[in-house]
C-alpha cells in the first residue's frame, strides 16, 4: 500500500506533538482544540458529506455533551468517562427526536439546515432557564491535579490523548463506513433520494443512523472540552461550531476522505495563529481573513481541497515511478 | 385516475400506452408507493401492499426505470449498481458479483469507473436498468425505456427486454410511446387515456380498436393536424 508511509509520518507526528511542543500547556491546549473540532467535521461526513443532508446542529450536539458531562461531574461526582456515555446517548436520543420527525415528512435541503440550527438556540434558552442544571452563570468543575478516573487534570497533553483517540476511532469508523454498505446507501441518498427508495434503500433509517452516530460523537468533544476548560455554560451552545463544520467540510470536499480532516486541521491553525496574532490588533480581524480565505477556497475549488489531494498524490506516485 | 383495474401475470410483457397525461406514469407512482392511493389496493404475488413504502416494494420485488432518469452523478457505474446489489445481501463480495452480472448482462462493463456525470443520457438509461437488474427483481417496470434513443439503440433495447423476460423470468411492465418498441415487445397491450382503461389485447387487437384511434387522434370530425 502506497498509503502506509504518510500514514505511519502522520501518526508518529501526532503521537509526539505535545513533546515537541515541550509539553507547553498552552499550545497543547491550541492544539488540542483543533484536533476537538476536526473530530466534529470528520463526524460530519457520515450526515453531511455522504448523506447530503445540510446539518447545523454540530453547536446543539457539542453543548449538549459539555453540560450533561460538566452536570454529573460537578453536581453528582460522576466521572467524565461515564459522562461522555451518557451524554453521548443524550445527544443521539434528542438526534431521533428532531430527525424523525424531519426525515418522516421529507424536511430537506434550506429547510432542514435551518431547523438544526435552530436546535442549538432552542437548547441553548433551555438551559440558560433550567438553573438547577445550568443557568446563566458558568458552573465549575473542581480542579484535581491529576485524576485519569474521573477524567480530570490539570495538565493539558492529558485531554490531547484523549482527544486523539476520539479523532483516530471517529476516523476509523467513518472509513468503515464509507467502503461498506451503509457509506454507499448514504451516498446514494445524497445523489438522489427516490432513486434510491427505489433500490430499496430505507432513506429515514440510513438518515437517522448517520445522524445519531454523529450527534454521538460531537456530544462526546463537548464533554472532553468541558473537562479540559473546567466549567460549562449555555453559552457552549455555540451555532459558530455548527457553522465552523459545515465550511471546512464543504472546503475540505463533501464527501471526500482526506480533504475535510486535512483542510480542517490547516485552516483552524491558521484561525488560532491569526487570533493570536491579529485577534487583539483590531477585535475580529481573525474572523474576517478566515473567512476570505474560505470564500477564495470555495471560489477557485467549489469542490473543495480534496480533489486536489487525490491529483497531488497521483502525480507522487507517478514521480516515484 | 378512475377505477382503472388491472393486473400482470407473471413472466408476461405488458405494454401500457396511452396519450400523454392519461394517467401512465400515476399508476407506476402507485404500484411503487411513492403515492398513496385514495381508494383501490394494490396486490404483489397475492399480498396486499397498499401504502408500502417503496423500498419494501422494492425488497418485494419490484424494480423500476424512471422516465426521467435519476442518475447518481456524483458516483461511479459501479458503485451506482452495487446500490442495487446490496438489496438481498450484506456482503460486498456477493454484491460485487452480482453487480458484474448486471453491468454485463446491459453491455455496460467497460464504463464501470466512469463517473455517471460523464455519461449521455442512452448510457444512463442503461445504467438504471442496471442497478434495477442487480435487486433481482421479479417484476421490472419501465417508464418510457426508449425515449430519445436512435433505431439502433431501441433494437438493441427490444432484444435486450426480451432476453431479461424469456432468460431469467422477469415479468415486464412498460409505458412508451414508441409504438415500433411497444408492438414488437408485448405479449398483451393496455389502453389509458384520462385516468379509464379504453382498451385491453393483443397489439393487432388494440392498434385496430377505434376508440384507441379516436383517443390518440380525435373523432373524425374535430381531427385536426394530427
Known sequence: MKAKLPIAILSA???????????????????????????????????????????????????????????????????????????????????????????????????????????????????LLWTDVAGPLERYIPYMEFDPLFMKSGYKVFYYYITLALLTTTFIMVFRIKKGKTGLYLMSIREN??????????????????????????????????????????????????????????????????????????????????????????????????????????????????????????????LQR | ????????????????????????????NVVTGFLKPDSGRVKLFGEDVTGFNPHQIAFRGVARCFQVVKPFLGMTVFETVMVGAYLRTHDAKTAEAKAVEAMKLTGIYELRNRMARELNTPQLKLVELARSLATEPRILLLDEPVSGLTPVEVDHMIS?????????????????????????????????????????????????DVKVIEAYLGTRNTAGKG
Open chain 1, 13 to 127: 507526528l501526532l503521537l509526539f506533538l505535545p513533546l515537541m511542543l515541550g509539553l507547553n500547556d498552552y499550545y497543547v491546549f491550541l492544539t488540542t482544540l483543533i484536533l476537538l473540532y476536526t473530530s466534529i467535521v470528520v463526524a460530519w461526513q457520515l450526515i453531511g458529506g455522504f448523506g447530503g443532508q445540510l446539518d447545523l446542529g454540530a453547536g446543539a450536539y457539542h453543548g449538549l455533551g459539555a453540560i450533561i458531562t460538566g452536570y454529573f461531574m460537578v453536581y453528582h461526582g460522576l466521572s467524565g468517562w461515564v459522562g461522555l456515555v451518557l451524554s453521548g446517548l443524550a445527544a443521539a436520543g434528542v438526534a431521533f427526536i428532531i430527525g424523525y420527525p424531519s426525515f418522516r415528512f421529507g424536511l430537506r435541503e434550506v429547510w432542514y439546515a435551518l431547523s438544526s440550527l435552530a436546535l442549538v438556540l432552542i437548547l441553548q434558552k433551555i438551559f
Open chain 1, 193 to 318: 433520494e427516490d432513486a434510491a427508495e427505489m433500490l430499496g434503500v430505507n432513506v429515514r433509517k440510513y438518515k437517522l443512523l448517520a445522524l445519531m452516530l454523529y450527534s454521538f460523537i460531537t456530544a462526546i468533544t463537548g464533554g472532553i472540552y468541558t473537562s479540559m476548560v473546567g466549567f460549562y455554560h449555555p453559552t457552549l451552545f455555540d451555532s459558530w461550531i455548527s457553522i465552523q463544520t459545515v465550511t471546512l467540510a464543504i472546503a475540505g470536499g463533501l464527501g471526500h476522505f482526506w480533504g475535510p480532516p486535512i483542510t480542517s486541521v490547516i485552516l483552524l491553525s491558521v484561525q488560532e495563529y491569526l487570533r493570536i496574532t491579529l485577534g487583539a490588533v483590531i477585535i475580529g480581524l481573525h474572523q474576517v481573513i478566515f473567512g476570505i480565505i474560505l470564500i477564495i477556497i470555495i471560489l477557485f475549488k467549489p469542490d473543495g481541497v480534496g480533489p486536489l489531494i487525490d491529483s497531488l498524490t497521483t502525480r507522487l506516485v507517478k
Open chain 2, 160 to 208: 435486450l427486454v426480451r432476453k431479461l423476460n424469456k432468460e431469467l423470468g422477469i415479468t415486464i411492465l412498460l409505458v412508451e410511446h414508441v409504438m415500433r418498441f411497444v408492438m414488437n415487445i408485448s405479449d398483451r397491450v393496455i389502453v389509458l387515456n384520462h385516468g379509464e382503461i379504453i382498451s385491453e389485447g393483443t397489439p393487432q387487437e388494440v392498434s385496430n
Open chain 2, 1 to 28: 385516475m378512475n377505477n382503472v383495474s388491472m393486473s400482470v401475470n407473471e413472466h408476461e410483457i405488458v405494454g401500457l400506452i396511452g396519450p400523454n397525461g392519461a394517467g401512465k406514469t400515476t399508476l407506476f
